[in-house]
């Protein structure tokens, strides 16, 4: 999505480590209206048809994922990282290694809200390692439900997240695939689609 | 906002504790139509002429947040609970206690993105103790920005935080405030305005 890209050319920032820092525009200073066409296509890369669910991970990924389940006029659902009391029994759990925290942490998500029934879109802001993809899909499994797509914003190409979930038979889009973030700048991908 | 206070009969529980359960619609699985209706009542109840960013707080206000910064045609702040090493130097830090987490928390928000220039209006879910509340006004004032409003969509009304943010004079505005919850079920203060 070439507005993405020029977006990242133009505010993005490699730290060392190849971390990629866009928290102008993604996630911490929040863009909406960027939000908003990147929901668009979106919008135009899965079909809505028979969608009952938008799912996303705490924190980052939500502000993008709530204005994608207004454009498909869906509910969201947003896997909780565990912590807090305020979630009784009745839980799907997946335990995730998290790069950002170096450490374990449980994804959670009540039963209640994810059911057999359910055809889920998961979007999110990053991919890097995969690691809070897995624990969505690891999720979807455990409640029947059935994966019908996963939309990122910004994947990091050169770590190995994205390889791994498109060799599981996944559709797998993302708006801007990076290759290369370092001293030279950032690279993207050559679109095939 | 009757809407809401309708939806909140119909689906909230009441746990042991004074806990509302509302997150079939407002922070687990989010119903965005719902959402939508409630920024478009903030956008009745506050000016948008000068304001410049909705402020908010991870995890569980961003979606609504994120609804309301696009009703108001504005990006979407979200200050962080110190935990990730993505955030280099230059940050509004404000110490607050966590009850959910039962632990003293830190929250972030790049100096980059609020200045003096900048007119805020905050957002969030829930007002209980105003802990979190308390934070961003402090990061509000660390830089030198002005705050004009806040709009909550529950306050419970029973803990201190919604009498303490009106005695600081600010503009408090809550859709919702429950004045009782227990076996006997929840009760909503009667609207003055």
């Known amino acids: 999505m070439q507005l993405l890209k020029d977006r990242i050319l133009k505010e993005g920032k490699v730290l060392p480590g190849n971390i ?18 990147i929901a668009r296509e979106f919008r135009r890369l899965f079909k809505a048809d028979g969608l009952t669910a938008i799912l996303t991970v705490e924190a980052s990924g939500i502000a993008l994922a709530a204005v994608c389940a207004e454009e498909f006029g869906l ?9 807090s009391d305020n979630i009784e029994g009745g839980l799907y759990r997946s335990d995730i290694y ?13 039963k209640q809200w994810l059911t057999e029934k359910d055809r889920v879109l998961i979007i999110d802001d990053f991919l890097a390692n995969g690691e809070a993809l897995r624990g969505l899909i690891e999720i979807i499994k455990q409640a029947g439900a ?3 797509g996963i939309g990122i914003a910004i994947e990091k190409g050169f770590q190995p997240g994205g390889e791994r979930i498109r060799r ?5 889009k993302s708006l801007a695939i990076i ?13 095939t689609r």
């Open 20 to 37: 990629i820092k866009v928290d102008g525009f993604l996630n911490h200073r929040v863009d909406i209206a960027l939000m908003k066409e």
């Open 75 to 83: 509910p969201l659902l947003f896997a909780k990282k565990a912590k």
């Open 98 to 110: 998290s790069y950002t925290y170096k450490k374990q942490v449980t994804l959670i998500l009540s």
């Open 146 to 148: 059935k994966l019908e």
């Open 168 to 172: 599981m038979g996944y559709d797998l």
């Open 179 to 191: 290759d290369e973030a370092n001293d030279n700048g950032i690279k993207f991908r050559e679109e």
